[in-house]
């Protein structure tokens, strides 16, 4: 559970789902592994937590210094938890490191999506401070194709089964990447959001989170550092209403 208000999304409760993973090489312990990108950085309430090894972290600092320290991989047994969460919930997700870092494998996005393809129960929210990344892998026109894919590999796994709820369109062969794809998209339970501290952070990442196709856009000004006028944010051409 978590008590940030906007991961409830008006749902009357809400959790934190960390599927991306960082095992310390010389030691083994398991954590995570973020870079400070910004001044909203400095008093990172995830690394204070990734610092204490035995208590659930690997020791290290969110230093781009360490990422070559620790092995970065998908848990697929956390992967899979939000199918069994039956009651909708509102979920922060990756909130122990940036989802769209460029650590993060595009394959784990695409599966991480689909989990939420097949959970329109839940809302999950996505926050970065990528902004870049995020526009680039929602707008990407092979992105519902990837991620239909992935699910359809859940399914031949028996991880996952059809229901009325299915997300999955198959136009043709399922051994051919461009013959299935997603019913919806941008999926309507996808929220994705930035991290806009001050006027630099807002005129470089708001403008992104604009051009990224979405249901639901939000930005979270905490910790806000600096007065930001939303009126100097240029508005790229090619913004989804």
Not at 9 to 14: E, H, I, Q, V
Not at 27 to 56: D, F, L, M
Not at 96 to 122: N, R, S, Y
């Amino acid at each position: 559970m978590t008590k940030i208000e906007w991961a409830h999304a008006g749902l009357g409760r809400g959790k934190t789902w960390n599927p991306i993973r960082a095992r310390d090489r010389r030691t083994g312990a398991r954590g995570w592994h973020c870079e400070k990108v910004s001044p909203a950085c400095a008093n990172c309430y995830a690394e204070r937590w990734n610092q204490r090894p035995g208590i659930g972290g690997t020791g290290l600092a969110y230093r781009p210094g360490h990422r070559a320290d620790v092995e970065h991989y998908l848990d697929e047994q956390t992967l899979l938890a939000p199918l069994r969460w039956k009651q909708p919930t509102g979920i922060f997700v990756c909130s122990m490191t940036d989802i769209f870092g460029d650590w993060v494998e595009t394959e784990w996005l695409d599966k991480i999506f689909a989990i939420a393809a097949l959970c329109p129960q839940h809302i999950l929210i996505y926050l970065t401070k990528r902004s870049a990344r995020m526009r680039a892998y929602m707008s990407d026109p092979r992105t519902p194709h990837r991620i239909a894919r992935a699910i359809v590999d859940m399914w031949i796994a028996k991880q996952v089964a059809p229901d009325d709820n299915w997300p999955v369109e198959s136009i043709g062969d399922i051994d051919m990447p461009d013959d299935i794809k997603l019913r919806k998209w941008p999926l309507p339970n996808v929220w994705p959001g930035v991290t806009a501290e001050d006027q630099p952070r807002a005129n470089e990442r708001i403008p992104d989170l604009l051009a990224t196709p979405a249901a639901i856009r939000f930005v979270s000004c905490e910790p806000l550092r600096g007065h930001i006028n939303l009126r100097r944010i240029r508005i790229a051409p090619d913004y989804h209403t």
